[in-house]
């Protein structure tokens, strides 16, 4: 309980933050767009190719687009965690009673917040745009995956923001995970349509887990076994990562 | 009773620098103690075990009479914290900083407004309470720290060197901040800093820290008094300065010497005895004093008594 609540105040300070600090809502916001107008554009012949099931490339990429946003983002949440610590913030709340997985817990929220809006923007733009998604409860769905996945994403990259320390290491991470997993998945092509060793690689990215089970359920014939499996899957990586994250302030706290 | 007690602390780092060295001290309750020490003499370190922020390797540490290892949740709830970092976040304004920090202990409603609009008035930052801290002096952001390390009226204050990095202006206005802390409310505070002014005038006890340990420790006017005779500075003028330590060797009644740029200091038995010798020996060696002035023992003659050179240097040393 407390941990929840203590976690609200981390998440509304960080909102603040954000809410201060205009530029950084239009690139969040702004963003994704392009990435949705760029690349439904770049890749708008695709529907073209014999064996691609849709015909909007549009409709296709939206799901991906959440999902990369998501990712994106989540990616470099352990920035603002190396400068809270840079600025002291961290010990100064680490010398008081307030509970360890909040400071965690409150990001994500905070993550998940800008996720939902995000999300929302790019699918309300690929609707204008011309993509149909008949399902709606399908859309919030896909919200739920994509954010899901942002936690474990988020987790992972501040815990090794508290393990590291240093913005370099993480850059380097992020660069190196970030779009080859998302070029590992099905987010801008169909899977029948992908070399063989991709469509494996696929199999075991959790980035694709979201992608497809999202396409799955905002699309007409939803396959709801296959959606649940991936929301269990991904709810249970991101367990995994909010433990890694919240044993990393011990890691942290032996290195100050 | 004491409110904090370090025991034989030993912590090395990752990569085999050794922090703390057996740092023994013991702070009696309501009163102000001072931990003394250049850059990298382990003040920080001991600071952050006894916040528990950090583990010691071995030894052991009670605050409030609870040890910081085991009970560390409950020392949390009764310490307030100046770290070195300033810890404010400068995205919130100073009241949505005091309000967070007062929500954290556990405060609620109007008892928390209150609370924070005292502080505001106590650090002089009612004014500046509703704007962005971003936009805050270094000297505002530093009172605002204390605010919030005393919002929820801890009994152990921690300053771990509160007015490094301000305006010599800055500095004295906070050294009143603290003068006015002293003795209310029956706070403890530990502060660490490398000015020996500082030292002189906040504290009531102090230890001089070392390499991580504790080399002389007492009160400010006892270890002072512990050096008989006087301190005598001599600015040299142009010349090589190489010689001038030298030049006092052996010269009756000289005891430590310390040369720092083109200042020399010398602890000596007695002062007007001592002038003219140190003058002749330096003489001897092509050495010309500028000016020479005798004075008592300072804590900075305290400090080359016990390590062998002065703050300063040590500073410089451990900092270049």
């Not at chain 1, 949705?36 to 190719?49: D, E, N």
């Not at chain 2, 060797?249 to 007007?272: I, K, P, Q, S």
């Amino acid at each position: 309980m407390t941990a929840l609540r203590h976690g609200v105040w981390m998440m509304q300070r960080h909102l603040l933050n954000l809410w201060r600090q205009p530029i950084w809502i239009a690139v969040t916001l702004v963003q994704p767009v392009v990435w949705l107008l760029l690349y439904g554009a770049l890749f708008k012949s695709v529907t073209r190719i014999p064996g691609f099931h849709s015909t909007s490339y549009i409709q296709f990429l939206t799901p991906g687009i959440v999902v990369m946003s998501a990712l994106f983002s989540a990616g470099w949440s352990g920035m603002a965690v190396i400068d809270d610590i840079d600025k002291g913030i961290l010990d100064r709340f680490l010398v008081s009673p307030v509970v360890r997985g909040s400071l965690i817990f409150g990001r994500l929220l905070n993550g998940t917040v800008i996720i939902v809006v995000q999300s929302l923007i790019i699918v309300g733009l690929a609707i204008i745009v011309g993509a149909r998604f008949p399902n709606a409860w399908g859309i919030i769905v896909l919200i739920v995956l994509a954010s899901l996945l942002a936690a474990a994403v988020g987790c992972l990259s501040m815990a090794l923001a508290l393990i590291a320390r240093r913005e370099e290491t993480l850059i380097a991470a992020v660069n190196f995970f970030v779009l080859p997993l998302t070029f590992l998945s099905t987010a801008f092509m169909q899977r029948s349509l992908v070399p063989r060793w991709i469509q494996h690689a696929a199999s075991v990215n959790p980035v694709n887990w979201a992608v497809e089970a999202g396409r799955n359920a905002v699309l007409p014939g939803t396959d709801w076994g296959m959606v649940l499996t991936r929301l269990g899957l991904l709810a249970l990586l991101t367990g995994i990562c909010v433990a890694l994250a919240t044993r990393a302030f011990g890691a942290y706290q032996r290195a100050v | 009773m004491d409110a904090i007690e370090a025991e034989n602390l030993v912590k090395t780092y990752p990569g085999g620098v050794r922090a703390l060295d057996g740092l023994t001290f013991s702070v009696p309750e309501g009163t102000v103690f001072g931990l003394l020490g250049p850059n990298g003499a382990g003040k920080t370190t001991a600071v952050k075990i006894l916040t528990t922020l950090s583990h010691a390797d071995s030894g052991t540490a009670r605050v409030a009479n609870l040890d910081v290892r085991r009970d560390a949740a409950r020392v949390r709830r009764g310490i307030g914290v100046v770290q070195q970092k300033h810890g404010v976040d400068i995205a919130l304004t100073g009241r949505e900083n005091l309000r967070l920090q007062g929500r954290i202990f556990g405060m609620r409603g109007r008892e928390i407004e209150e609370r924070v609009q005292h502080l505001l008035e106590q650090v002089g930052l009612e004014e500046a309470a509703d704007r962005v801290a971003r936009g805050y002096s270094g000297g505002m952001q530093r009172r605002l720290d204390i605010a919030m390390a005393l919002v929820h009226r801890p009994r152990v204050l921690f300053l771990d060197e509160p007015t490094t990095g301000l305006d010599p202006e800055v500095r004295v206005a906070m050294w009143r901040e603290i003068e006015q802390l002293r003795g209310a409310e029956h706070l403890t505070i530990l502060l660490t800093t490398h000015y020996l002014e500082e030292a002189d005038r906040l504290v009531a006890n102090l230890a001089i820290v070392e390499r991580g340990a504790v080399v002389a420790s007492g009160t400010p006017e006892g270890l002072k008094g512990e050096l008989r005779g006087d301190s005598v500075h001599v600015e040299l003028g142009d010349g090589a300065l190489d010689g001038a330590r030298t030049a006092l060797e052996g010269v009756e009644g000289v005891r430590e010497v310390a040369v720092d740029g083109r200042t020399l200091r010398a602890r000596v038995d007695h002062g007007a005895r001592a002038v003219p010798l140190v003058l002749q020996a330096l003489e001897a060696r092509g050495l010309a004093a500028e000016s020479v002035t005798v004075s008592r023992p300072s804590l900075d003659d305290v400090y080359l008594r016990y390590t062998g050179r002065s703050l300063d240097q040590a500073d410089r040393g451990t900092t270049k």
